[in-house]
């Protein structure tokens, strides 16, 4: 089993920046891939980022390209996502989750946390 917490989550005008974090624990929690996805209201959960367990390796979601950044710490077993540039479009709920690789496929991924909530005001 692996837990995921997440938070940084919050209100912020288009332009700025929040930065996420997300918690991970468990016996091997270190050994999973960990991605970021969102949902917006209305629509369905969508990939934002995700990266390797030794993070050796990442992918993005073309919408978020060279504005976000995705990061791990396994001494402290979490992963964190740097947005910047903030527009509108990236209001959603951000989900932090868990898997064996850095893969786009929603399903490929295990364990979930309770999501945080991103608003960017125009």
């Known amino acids: 089993q692996v837990q995921l917490v997440e938070s940084g989550g919050g209100l912020v005008q288009a332009g700025g920046s929040l930065r996420l974090a997300c918690a991970a624990s468990g016996r091997t929690s270190s050994t999973y891939a960990l991605g970021w996805f969102r949902q917006a209201p209305g629509k369905e959960r969508e990939f934002v980022a995700a990266?390797?367990?030794?993070?050796?390796?990442?992918n993005y979601a073309d919408s978020v390209k060279g504005r976000f950044t995705i990061s791990r710490d396994n001494a402290k077993i979490a992963v964190y996502l740097q947005m910047n540039s903030l527009k509108a479009e990236d209001t959603a709920v951000y989900y932090c989750?868990?898997?064996?690789?850095?893969?786009?496929?929603?399903?490929?991924?295990?364990?979930w946390g309770q999501g945080t909530q991103v608003t960017v005001s125009s």
């Open positions: 989750a868990a898997g064996r690789t850095p893969s786009y496929e929603i399903s490929t991924y295990r364990y």
């Open positions: 990266i390797s367990w030794n993070g050796a390796s990442a």
